[in-house]
């Protein structure tokens, strides 16, 4: 499967941004992984829909949007109108309404993921994986950028995309905390197709940091 990269601008500089993002477009990344925190779901608060509005009509970038927030459901809408072209969102925070999000999502004609945290089986997500255009497997605890990459998620990318294969499916496996250049290509073996990066790709030289994730 084609490897796709999805720099997250949690890390990015906010008072150049928007020069930032340019460059990631020049870089061969084709995504824009964007981490909406609410305090609630996680600890922290990142940033909402006016950041999103404002950068939209300065790239063609796919929007990412990964919402870690209560239910979603509320908000999806919202984020469609300002400019998402992907909502994934939590498993844990939507419970039983996680059915209704999704269709929600695609109804307002955006692609639609799901994710999970290190804690929650993968065996959670087999009742949507119809449904969904991406699994997001967390290979952290969501809420901070910068954190080290869990071992143990190496084994739960690979379930994922074992159950994918189980039903015929070839729907987009990602990844999301502390992947660097040197674990990626275990990741990639392991069945993820999507890769986020934040403190890998905006340290540094942005253009060479998505180049070596690229491989
Ligand atoms: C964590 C966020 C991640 C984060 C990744 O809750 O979902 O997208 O920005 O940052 P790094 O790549 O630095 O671990
Ligand atoms: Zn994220």
Not at 46 to 64: C, E, H, N, W, Y
Request: aromatic share 6%.
């Amino acid at each position: 499967m084609k490897t796709i990269i999805s720099p997250s601008i949690l890390a990015a500089d906010f008072n150049i941004l928007g020069q930032q993002i340019q460059e990631i477009e020049k870089s061969g990344a084709e995504y824009l992984h964007i981490d909406v925190m609410d305090g609630v779901f996680v600890p922290s608060i990142s940033f909402g829909m006016p950041v999103i509005a404002s950068i939209r009509p300065g790239t063609k970038l796919f929007f990412d949007v990964h919402l870690m927030i209560v239910e979603p459901v509320r908000y999806v809408e919202t984020f469609a109108q300002c400019g998402a072209d992907m909502i994934t969102f939590h498993l844990e925070a939507a419970g039983e309404r996680t059915a209704e999000t999704i269709d929600r999502i695609h109804a307002l004609g955006c692609k639609a993921g799901i994710s999970i945290k290190p804690g929650t089986p993968v065996a959670a997500l087999e009742p949507y994986i119809k449904q969904v255009d991406m699994i997001l497997v967390m290979t952290v605890e969501p809420g901070f950028g910068g954190q080290k990459y869990i071992g143990t998620s190496t084994e739960k990318i690979r379930e994922t995309r074992r159950l994918l294969e189980q039903y015929g499916l070839q729907t987009d496996v990602q990844v999301d905390g502390g992947i660097t250049a040197e674990n990626v290509a275990a990741v990639k073996e392991a069945g993820a197709n999507v890769i986020v990066a934040g403190s890998a790709v905006f340290r540094g030289n942005i253009g060479e940091n998505v180049k070596r994730l690229l491989g």
